[in-house]
């Protein structure tokens, strides 16, 4: 039997919302010492609820909960405010970030630092800072913190130390392997592998995103490893970006 516990004044940020009967929601909040957790907001979706106007999606709460199931009771939220609104790229992008930590964190498994890295990033798309590299830095935060090996400073067989002026294909889950070391002419760059240069390597590890070619090689590299994570299913908001990106 799941021991029912109350938790109050939590740090916390709404990730999704879905229907739930005639009147309420099912908030999936992300929160800094409890991670992922799904709460039911009863009534929250009444005109004269106190929840209405405060289960928004980026904007840093408070919250408490209670119950010991795998969806517990939401009992009170708080807006503590200081973040602007997010409206069109930005926007998506944030829903870009809660896709992720939706599709790839496991419920009531507790990142602080990821709930840290988040934070920074929806604060930085509310201050309407460059995208792409606060994209990059949330991502590489979000496959280290979940424990994925990436192996950005050394090479994936011999752990000897990566150059910067080598060349290496990445191969997921092995890691950064010199071209030299390659079998075969031509590397196979597709599917879960891709050449990327030394200093891009070391430029990731250092979360260093003001060069372009670390821009440009990183945003290929955490693609092919996020997708690889996510098991090759397709992110929603990525399929808006890019339509956008088109237009």
């Not at 938790?7 to 005639?22: F, K």
């Not at 630092?113 to 990033?121: D, H, I, K």
Request: net charge negative.
């Amino acid at each position: 039997m799941a021991t029912r516990q109350r938790i109050e004044q939590q740090p916390a940020w709404v990730l999704h919302t879905l229907p739930w009967r005639e009147t309420s929601l099912i908030v999936e909040v992300l929160s800094r010492d409890h991670g992922r957790v799904a709460l039911v907001a009863k009534g929250a979706r009444r005109p004269l609820s106190v929840l209405r106007g405060v289960l928004m999606a980026f904007q840093p709460l408070l919250v408490d909960w209670s119950g010991g199931g795998e969806v517990k009771t939401l009992v009170r939220a708080e807006w503590q405010g200081g973040q602007p609104l997010l409206t069109g790229r930005a926007l998506i992008c944030g829903y870009y970030l809660n896709e992720l930590l939706i599709r790839l964190t496991a419920r009531e498994d507790a990142h602080p630092r990821l709930f840290e890295a988040y934070a920074t990033a929806v604060a930085a798309l509310g201050r309407g800072e460059p995208v792409p590299p606060l994209l990059r830095r949330f991502e590489l935060a979000l496959l280290q913190e979940l424990g994925y090996g990436l192996g950005l400073d050394a090479e994936g067989d011999s752990g000897d130390p990566i150059r910067p002026e080598g060349q290496y294909l990445y191969v997921v889950e092995r890691g950064a392997l010199p071209i030299e070391s390659v079998g075969g002419d031509e590397p196979d760059i597709s599917g879960e592998q891709m050449v990327v240069s030394g200093q891009v390597l070391l430029d990731m590890e250092a979360g260093d995103f003001s060069r372009a070619e670390t821009l440009g090689q990183s945003k290929l590299l955490l693609r092919v490893l996020i997708n690889h994570y996510l098991g090759g299913q397709p992110l929603q908001s990525r399929r808006v970006l890019k339509e956008i990106a088109e237009l």
